[in-house]
């Protein structure tokens, strides 16, 4: 007994060759019919796995983009890191002394202001020539313990007129890029 002969696959165009001729009413042999419903089988089934495939992919596709913009969303919810170590403003009466730092007041027009000042215990400054006589001693440091605000352009403070309200910790300086703050 001879082993059945597979037969090649046919093209689309012999498919829809047959099929024409069957609808039009020639006669078709038995294991033809066969031949051509085992061939649409798996043709099909090689589809539906083309598929399934496809389908596999674009699942795990899906699920990583989404899970990169979530991540992403996650990111820009959370403060950067110099928002998330700068403490909340605190009332001035726990502001350290003798050591620089934010101050917030409302100066005289109404108007909230913010400023580097340190507030020196009396005798702890040494006064600038031009200030008032009456704010330094026989040895130039300051009579008066207060806030004076600083600068780093000028090496003199000036007393606030104002009372400070609030304080906080100075910031650290960016980083250095090209030798620029």
Not at 15 to 38: H, N, S
Not at 68 to 95: C, D
Not at 123 to 138: C, Q, R, S, T
Request: glycine letters at 4%; hydrophobic letters at 35%.
């Amino acid at each position: 007994m001879t082993p059945p002969v597979t037969p090649e696959p046919l093209s689309a165009q012999e498919l829809a060759e047959y099929e024409r001729l069957i609808r039009a009413g020639w006669p078709v042999a038995p294991e033809e019919i066969l031949r051509l419903i085992a061939q649409a089988r798996a043709a099909t089934n090689e589809q539906a796995e083309r598929t399934q495939n496809s389908l596999a992919w674009l699942r795990d596709q899906l699920k990583q983009k989404t899970e990169e913009y979530e991540a992403a969303v996650a990111a820009m919810q959370q403060p950067t890191s110099a928002v998330r170590q700068r403490p909340p403003w605190q009332p001035i009466e726990t502001a350290p002394h003798n050591k620089p730092v934010l101050v917030s007041y409302i100066n005289a027009l109404g108007n909230r202001r913010t400023v580097k000042a340190t507030y020196y215990d009396a005798g702890m400054l040494a006064m600038a020539d031009e200030g008032d006589v009456d704010d330094a001693d026989e040895n130039g440091n300051n009579v008066h313990g207060g806030w004076f605000e600083e600068s780093e352009e000028i090496e003199a403070c000036a007393l606030l007129s104002c009372a400070p309200t609030h304080w906080q910790p100075l910031p650290a300086p960016p980083a250095q890029d090209g030798g620029r703050p």
